[in-house]
């Protein structure tokens, strides 16, 4: 009866036989017991039939039973799981593939058997397998594996359409698993493959979101992804900036973001000789991370050179704005000797450049005012506490002195009566 009750009920449904449609229903509660071979034919049955309004709740009774069993399995001991259902040669390839070690691959094996049993469902089923994979809280490193294998092996013989949804739905999976289940070489190969197929606004945010979280396990040549076509530019710089917000956005310190800033610094140096690459882009790069994650402004240094030799048209004030993130102090005595005796750094400023830094020095000067008219006042004020402190010392004293001439007319008086006094006692 299962292998063919999915067609038998949409059939007495579509016919309105009542008691076929008894029959069937009666069939499907009982389908927790059936085996994992009879639930995934039905769910293919369903896709034969996917016009029909029945095979939508009929799937998901199916694909309820399929990730319960699934998760009692992989539950099982790993020779029971392995017994369970044998792992077909193009998975065992796969894993015996990689360069990991003999029990790692028997190991990821037993837990990865059902990967091309799952295979034939189509993209929508398969979505909402692994909608079921997560909110049953199921391994999110095998689920992670799973879709690795799952875009590798579709991709072979899907459309354009079928590799965009496939992708699409690899995206809006891995975004909820754990995020150091997912290796960031693969967000990366991932991207490439959304780049070629223009996936929606969203599911690419995802993505770089994604990747942004994971920067500080990037690699230069991760990077450097090929500009689109209608930029003039070599690589996909804005692409690498929103990368390094999202990064920032994460409010990670320490080790991964002097990491994400030395990465960064190897990125300027590799896209400074784009002759494209606009100054205020290029300043963009420059004050991308920030200054505190430097320990040095070497690899800055060499990028700028690099930038003024490749873009001799720059006007001054161009120059200038690109110069004036070095900071000296973070340079070696041999850079500084450098930068003095390079021409590329010799700028000469223009009268309104030198009207604006005489502005910005007017302003500094008048902050140094304002703050020594302040620093007056405190002074003044100072002053005036010391002089009250030494009213009140004098006060004091005084009122000490006084004290003491209570004290001595009062011993004296005292003597004076005992003197007086007549003896009781001879």
Same mark, same amino acid.
């Given at each position: ?16 036989? +009542? $008691? ?71 998975? !065992? ?30 993209? /929508? ?11 049953? #809280? ?9 879709? !690795? ?56 945010? #995802? ?34 900036? %929103? ?16 990491? @994400? ?9 590799? @896209? ?9 882009? !290029? ?10 994650? %430097?320990? &040095? ?21 161009? $120059? ?14 041999? +850079? ?7 021409? #590329? !750094? ?21 902050? #140094?005012?304002?703050?020594? /008219? ?13 002089? %009250? ?15 003491? @001439?209570?004290?001595?007319? &009062? ?14 006692? +001879?």
């Amino acid at each position: 009866m299962p292998s063919n009750v999915v067609l038998m009920h949409c059939a007495a449904k579509f016919m309105e036989v +009542s $008691k076929v449609l008894e029959q069937t229903e009666k069939c499907m509660e009982e389908v927790r017991y059936w085996s994992w071979p009879e639930i995934l034919l039905s769910l293919k049955q369903c896709q034969e039939v996917e016009t029909s309004p029945e095979a939508e709740s009929l799937a998901a009774k199916l694909m309820d039973a399929l990730v319960e069993k699934l998760c009692l399995t992989v539950e099982m001991s790993p020779s029971s799981a392995a017994s369970a259902c044998s792992p077909d040669s193009s998975l !065992f390839r796969f894993s015996c593939d990689s360069k990991s070690t003999e029990s790692f691959k028997n190991s990821s094996v037993r837990l990865m058997w059902w990967f091309d049993e799952v295979l034939v469902l189509s993209p /929508g089923l398969v979505e909402m397998f692994l909608k079921l994979l997560v909110s049953r #809280k199921f391994d999110n490193l095998i689920i992670s594996r799973f879709l !690795f294998y799952y875009q590798k092996v579709k991709f072979c013989s899907a459309s354009s359409h079928e590799k965009r949804k496939i992708l699409e739905t690899i995206i809006a999976t891995l975004c909820v698993l754990d995020q150091s289940c997912i290796p960031c070489k693969g967000l990366f190969g991932f991207l490439r493959l959304a780049l070629g197929l223009n996936i929606s606004k969203s599911s690419m945010n #995802k993505l770089e979101l994604m990747i942004g979280n994971n920067l500080d396990q990037a690699t230069l040549d991760n990077l450097l992804v090929p500009s689109p076509s209608k930029s003039s530019h070599l690589y996909y710089v804005n692409l690498v900036i %929103r990368f390094t917000k999202a990064f920032l956005d994460g409010a990670k310190g320490g080790l991964q973001l002097k990491k @994400v800033s030395s990465l960064i610094d190897q990125y300027i140096a590799e @896209v400074a000789p784009d002759p494209c690459l606009k100054p205020s882009k !290029f300043l963009s790069l420059l004050t991308l991370v920030p200054d505190s994650a %430097r320990d &040095s402004h070497e690899e800055i240094y060499r990028a700028i050179d690099m930038y003024l030799e490749a873009h001799t048209g720059l006007t001054n004030g161009e $120059k200038l704005s690109v110069i004036r993130t070095l900071s000296y102090e973070k340079l070696s005595g041999e +850079s500084r000797t450098k930068i003095s005796r390079n021409p #590329k !750094f010799q700028v000469i400023e223009t009268p309104d450049e030198q009207q604006q830094q005489q502005q910005k020095q007017l302003i500094l000067q008048m902050d #140094k005012v304002e703050i020594s /008219g302040e620093n007056e006042k405190l002074k003044d004020h100072i002053e005036g506490i010391q002089w %009250r402190v030494m009213e009140l010392e004098r006060a004091c004293l005084k009122m000490q002195n006084q004290m003491e @001439v209570i004290k001595r007319r &009062s011993k004296n008086s005292s003597k004076g009566n005992s003197r007086s006094l007549p003896k009781l006692c +001879s």
